[in-house]
Each structure stands twice: as structure tokens, then as C-alpha cells.
């Protein structure tokens, strides 16, 4: 009776822990609050950053034409963004951004698959991927201008060595990473060779894979920006090569501007790397919906 009773009591309590749970996934927020929930930490920081900006200004660390105030570079991001130089050299930086990208990821994909699939390989060329991703990104512009001259081709040549090592290590981690239990699953139900690989490790990886992608954008964009910087003749219009201008011109209020450009370019990326990973997360059920 006594065992009964205390049975009774557990089930009372999970069913009111249950009925919590459920009565908080069940709570509707409207559109706006969401956006608003996702915006004003940003906004916080943004303000944060801003008034040290201008507290260090106003400490005179710096002479004014060395470091501007918040205002001096916002009036002069807002008038290089009514005159066609910015944006053309947006676009050329986004032009050789996707092209180097684009393919460092085909590299990386299929680098790190092979790596993940033959010992061999592995036993190989494993850590020399690595050795490569650790290897700064602007060692490799002497030998790209050797090979190729100053020229687009050099810059490409830095961004895939920058960023395809990084995938293809994403890769790598993702597949190691897999339970052996659910590829064991996989080939009872059928699954061999690259069918496995496409709808049973591939699937399970595909967290590790969207890191590795996301890091490998982050070392494009930093070997980019560094080619820009050094193959400045080769473009008049980069964003590179505006920040070459504008420090060569001590135009601090320009510098500073297109750094913005910059930062806001990366922070756009992120944010949509971050939408892809919200998306894998809330596909594989671990995503906290009452946190979203």
C-alpha cells in the first residue's frame, strides 16, 4: 500500500514537472519581441563600444587626426556611402571573397572526406592539414608573388591556402566524431560506400562541417584582407586598397570608416552562419525552443 502510495507521488510530480515544461513551450511571442530579444544585446554592445570609443577621445591618448570621434567617422562613412568608391570596392572585395570561398570549400570537402576515409591519407597528409591552418596567411603572399606576380591570382592562391585547411579539418572532426553504433545501423539498412557517406555520416557531421566552414570564412576573409593590403596595384577600388590610401593619405576618418565596412561585412557572415546553425540545431531537437 505504502509503495502504491509513494508511486502515486512520483507520478504526480513528473506530471507536474510535464505540465510545466509543456506550459512553457506552449507560450507565444510575437514576432516583434523575438527580433527585439536577438537585437538589443548588439545594440548594448554597440553603445558600449561606442562610448569607449569616445571616453578614450575625449582622454586625448590620441591626437584628433591620429583618432577621430564616433561623429567625425560616422559623417564620413555616411558621405563615402553616397559617393559609387565605397561600393565599387565592396563589391570587388565580395567578388574575390566568394570566388576564393567558393572554392576553398570544394577543396576542403573533398580534402577532408578523403583524409576521413582512407588511413592512408590520414597517416599522410593529417597533420600537415593542421600545420597549415596554424601557418599565418600572410607568410604565404612572398611566395604567391613569386609565383603569380602582383596580380589576382596571388590573392586567390592566399585565400584557398587560408581557408580550405580549416574545412577540410571540420570535416575530419565531424566524421571522427560520428558513433560507430549509427554507422554500424547504416550498413545493416543497407548503407555502403558513399551512400553511407551521404545519408548516414554526412547528416551526423554536418555540425562539425558548418564550423569548419564557418572558420574557414573567417580566414578567407582575414588572408583577403591582407592581400588587399599588399597587392595594393592591382585595384583602385578594394577595400584593401582604400585602407592603404587612407593611411598613406593619414586620413584617419577614412581608415576608420572603411574599417567599419569591414567588421560589418564579417558580422553579416556570422550572423548567417548563425542562422544555418540555429536551423541543424533545431532539426536535431537540441535546440531550447522557449530560448530561441
Known amino acids: 500500500m505504502a509503495s502504491d502510495t509513494l508511486a502515486g507521488r512520483a507520478d504526480a510530480e513528473i506530471s507536474g514537472l510535464d505540465a510545466l515544461e509543456i506550459a512553457g513551450q506552449q507560450k507565444t511571442t510575437s514576432r516583434a519581441a523575438t527580433i527585439w530579444a536577438a537585437t538589443w544585446p548588439k545594440l548594448a554592445a554597440l553603445a558600449i563600444a561606442v562610448a569607449a570609443w569616445q571616453a578614450v577621445v575625449w582622454a586625448e591618448v590620441w591626437p584628433p587626426y591620429s583618432l577621430p570621434g564616433p561623429g567625425t567617422v560616422g559623417r564620413e562613412l555616411l558621405r563615402q556611402a553616397g559617393a559609387p568608391q565605397l561600393w565599387d570596392g565592396l563589391a570587388t572585395t565580395l567578388r574575390r571573397a566568394a570566388l576564393g570561398y567558393v572554392f576553398s570549400v570544394g577543396?576542403?570537402?573533398?580534402?577532408?572526406?578523403?583524409?576521413?576515409?582512407?588511413?592512408?591519407?590520414?597517416?599522410?597528409?593529417?597533420?600537415?592539414?593542421?600545420?597549415?591552418?596554424?601557418?599565418?596567411?600572410?607568410?604565404?603572399?612572398?611566395?604567391?608573388?613569386?609565383?603569380?606576380?602582383?596580380?589576382?591570382?596571388?590573392?586567390?592562391?592566399?585565400?584557398?591556402?587560408?581557408?580550405?585547411?580549416?574545412?577540410?579539418?571540420?570535416?575530419?572532426?565531424?566524421?571522427?566524431?560520428?558513433?560507430?553504433?549509427?554507422?554500424?545501423?547504416?550498413r545493416n539498412l543497407g548503407a555502403r560506400g558513399m551512400n553511407l557517406y551521404r545519408y548516414v555520416i554526412a547528416p551526423a557531421a554536418l555540425p562539425a562541417i558548418v564550423a569548419g566552414l564557418k572558420q574557414g570564412w573567417a580566414f578567407s576573409w582575414r588572408s583577403l584582407m591582407a592581400g588587399e593590403l599588399i597587392v595594393v596595384g592591382i585595384s583602385q577600388t578594394s577595400l584593401g586598397a582604400q585602407l592603404t590610401y587612407a593611411r598613406e593619405l593619414a586620413d584617419a576618418p577614412w581608415l576608420l570608416a572603411t574599417m567599419i565596412v569591414v567588421l560589418i561585412v564579417g558580422l553579416g557572415v556570422d550572423t548567417a552562419f548563425g542562422a544555418a546553425d540555429k536551423a541543424i540545431r533545431r532539426r536535431w531537437g537540441v535546440l531550447d525552443q522557449a530560448g530561441q
Do not use: C, H
Open 107 to 186: 577543396v576542403g570537402l573533398l580534402l577532408g572526406l578523403a583524409v576521413a576515409r582512407f588511413r592512408v591519407l590520414r597517416a599522410a597528409i593529417g597533420s600537415m592539414i593542421t600545420a597549415l591552418q596554424t601557418m599565418p596567411s600572410i607568410a604565404w603572399f612572398p611566395l604567391a608573388i613569386l609565383l603569380f606576380e602582383l596580380s589576382e591570382k596571388a590573392i586567390f592562391f592566399v585565400v584557398v591556402l587560408g581557408a580550405a585547411p580549416s574545412i577540410a579539418n571540420g570535416v575530419i572532426s565531424g566524421v571522427d566524431y560520428v558513433p560507430p553504433l549509427l554507422q554500424r545501423a547504416g
